[in-house]
């Protein structure tokens, strides 16, 4: 059977000959789930050097956002907006993915494809009826989260993932330092974020309010993104690492989140603010155990990927996809 490695590392050597992408410099590029026509827009953020966390004087600080600290990060793609229905419900439904690509050429990815274990299929509607198409896929755990990524990885043979809570930061800031990625005026949110001033009680379709300086819409407000890291309170005092950091998960609860949601104040939107994940969001679920996959309380949450500029190791890749934690 083809394994996840051999299949990266031959289809990676393939995109390199056609010469593209590029990894001689750094380029957004607009890229198509393969035998669909779903796409996806991949921002280049460049590496950098910025100051993690907020100073004390910021308005809506929270303990756990210092002490900042100087961070490095290595450059990498984003996704220009939070993973949609469109993209995720591909990956949930098998038979979806192959009625879109029934017509089409035969997948080279497909043995690989078809060895990724997907969601169960969620006992309710998980978009509790605020949209589907061009809308963000929301109630979905990190582990499923993850999963997702595994299976881009595979459907495209490019290595994506979640980001890690310094890249997200990063990444949302945008070369500032303010309380968010425009400024520290929190009366201009309204272009630049859905949140509980403007939300009307539900998200939007990804991508309709103003992007930050370097082209990535919704990192404040609409939903919630999951990240890498495990929440840890103290981990800005407590690290080690100044340079791609990331507090690598050892337990369920809690995961980190960023960028507040359509029913978050304002300050709950800064660049620097931080989440955490709950039992709590899993409370309707009359499963037991509850699902690994679907959340019932987090109509908030999401995600959006990341590709690393630097191809990962052939075992740091295996061991990326054989170390998450289930969400039990």
């Known amino acids: 059977m083809i394994t996840v490695v051999t299949l990266i590392q031959l289809t990676f050597s393939a995109l390199l000959s056609v010469g593209y992408p590029s990894f001689q410099g750094m380029e957004s590029y607009v890229a198509t789930i393969p035998g669909t026509t779903v796409t996806f827009d991949m921002v280049a953020i460049p590496k950098g050097t910025f100051q993690m966390g907020s100073p004390a004087s910021e308005n809506g600080r929270n303990a756990d956002e210092g002490p900042t600290g100087t961070v490095t990060v290595d450059a990498f793609w984003m996704g220009k907006c939070e993973v949609t229905w469109d993209e995720y419900e591909l990956f949930v439904y098998a038979e979806l993915e192959k009625q879109a690509t029934a017509s089409k050429v035969p997948d080279a990815t497909r043995p690989l494809v078809d060895g990724v274990t997907r969601p169960t299929p969620p006992f309710m509607d998980m978009s509790f009826g605020m949209g589907k198409s061009g809308f963000p896929a929301v109630n979905m755990t990190q582990y499923a989260a993850m999963a997702y ?46 949140y509980l001033g403007n939300s009307g009680g539900k998200y939007h379709t990804v991508g309709t309010r103003k992007p ?7 990192m404040h407000g609409n939903v919630a993104e999951w990240t890498l890291d495990q929440y840890v309170a103290d981990f800005y005092r407590t690290r080690s690492d100044t340079k791609n950091p990331w507090a690598k998960a050892t337990r369920l609860y809690p995961h980190a989140v960023r960028g507040g949601h359509w029913e978050a104040p304002a300050p709950a939107l800064r660049s620097a603010a931080r989440g955490q994940s709950r039992p709590e969001w899993k409370q309707r679920d009359p499963q037991i155990p509850k699902s690994d996959w679907w959340l019932t309380d987090a109509s908030f949450v999401g995600f959006r990927i990341v590709r690393p500029l630097k191809q990962p190791t052939a075992a740091q890749i295996e061991a990326y996809f054989t170390s998450p934690l289930p969400d039990y």
Do not use: I, M, V
């Not at 043979?157 to 979640?162: A, E, P, S, T, V």
């Not at 949302?172 to 630049?192: E, K, N, P, V, W």
């Not at 930050?212 to 919704?218: I, K, M, V």
């Open 149 to 194: 990524c595994k299976w881009l990885t595979a459907k495209t043979g490019k290595f994506h993932r979640l980001p890690t809570e310094a890249e997200w930061e990063y990444a949302c800031r945008a070369g500032t330092q303010t309380a968010y990625g425009f400024g520290s005026d929190a009366s201009q949110l309204g272009a630049y974020a859905w």
């Open 212 to 218: 930050n300086a370097w082209g990535l819409h919704d």
